[in-house]
T-cell receptor
């Protein structure tokens, strides 16, 4: 299996622009997670899906952030408009079962820089 | 408030010098504790899951242990390739299940 695939690996954009991050989870995994990693705050859960349905979005910072999962093999995280404080590494992860029952499989992340 | 605290923040070892990393937690409704390894420019990679106090898991030079308040990751005779950031994560039942990560311990092993 190719693992969790994220694109792009790097994104540099100007403040105010729309940014879309993409994720393809491992086939057969029912759970998909979006995390953000910064030096100051570490890894933070933004949102997670179960069978394509958003379950907990309490970690989404504000309305500028939105996530979708139109099918079992694709998810997007969109930031509109982007701000410099959104600069971070964004990880997508998937798991076979509920979080306590199986480990998270992470992609290699998208490094976002907003200038 | 749920907290996961890892110590030390950074650890420098000579090759062969054994040591331990600590993960202490205050979480209600703990369902499991995970250890991950993260290399620069990559996502975290799963190492171990522990579910109950007294449980131990081993893999090569690594051994993870769990008590009611903390977990240790013991590294025996480390090699330079063990250099990485080690992350501890706890899963709690919030009605759904939420994984909370610690800030990690950066391990440097010098040959």
């Amino acid at each position: 299996d190719a693992g969790v695939i994220q694109s792009p690996r790097h994104e540099v954009t100007e403040m105010g622009q729309e940014v879309t991050l993409r994720c393809k989870p491992i086939s057969g995994h029912d759970y998909l997670f979006w995390y953000r990693q910064t030096m100051m705050r570490g890894l933070e859960l933004l949102i997670y899906f179960n069978n394509n349905v958003p379950i907990d979005d309490s970690g989404m910072p504000e309305d500028r952030f939105s996530a979708k999962m139109p099918n079992a093999s694709f998810s997007t995280l969109k930031i509109q408009p982007s701000e410099p404080r959104d600069s971070a590494v964004y990880f997508c992860a998937s798991s076979l079962l509920a979080a306590y029952n199986s480990p998270l499989h992470f992609g290699n992340g998208t490094r976002l820089t907003v200038t | 408030e749920d907290q996961v605290t890892q110590s030390p923040e950074a650890l420098r070892l000579q090759e062969g010098e054994s040591s331990s990393l600590n993960c202490s937690y205050t979480v209600s409704g703990l369902r499991g504790l995970f250890w991950y390894r993260q290399d620069p420019g990559k996502g975290p990679e799963f190492l171990f899951t522990l579910y109950s106090a007294g449980e131990e898991k081993e893999k090569e030079r690594l051994k993870a242990t769990l008590t009611k308040k903390e977990s240790f990751l013991h590294i025996t005779a480390p090699k330079p390739e063990d250099s990485a950031t080690y992350l501890c994560a706890v899963v709690r039942n919030t009605g759904g299940f939420k994984t909370i990560f610690g800030a990690g311990t950066r391990l440097f092993v010098k040959a």
